[in-house]
């Protein structure tokens, strides 16, 4: 069974930095494109970054520039490298696959706040 378990979040103050990380059990890590989500209070899980297996990333708009998706396959980990930190970048940031299979965990609270 898969089971993805995010860490790395905190409160950070705005224009801080962050690095959130995703590790992977299972064998299967390395098959598949991966993405990081993230939901805020009151709102619907979307997707913010993904990276294929060939490593090609895609970015929403809002965070372009500032966000950098990578991943290790040999590490079974995929991380976010998240700067220049806005209030409305605060949600619970999850991993899982492009689509999504409901292999995330409990998530990483992410609080930009002054």
């Known amino acids: 069974q898969v089971q993805f378990v995010e860490s790395g979040g905190g409160l950070v103050q705005p224009g801080g930095s962050l690095r959130l990380s995703c590790a992977a059990s299972?064998?299967?890590?390395?098959?598949?494109?991966l993405g990081w989500y993230r939901q805020a209070p009151g709102k619907q899980r979307d997707v913010v970054a993904r990276?294929?297996?060939?490593?090609?990333?895609y970015y929403i708009d809002s965070v372009k520039g500032r966000f950098t998706i990578s991943r290790d396959n040999a590490k079974n980990t995929v991380y976010l490298q998240m700067n220049s930190l806005k209030p409305e970048d605060t949600a619970v940031y999850y991993c899982?696959?492009?689509?999504?299979?409901?292999?995330w965990g409990q998530g990483t609270q992410v609080t930009v706040s002054s």
């Open positions: 899982d696959t492009i689509p999504p299979r409901g292999y």
């Open positions: 299972g064998s299967i890590f390395s098959s598949y494109t």
């Open positions: 990276i294929s297996r060939g490593g090609s990333t």
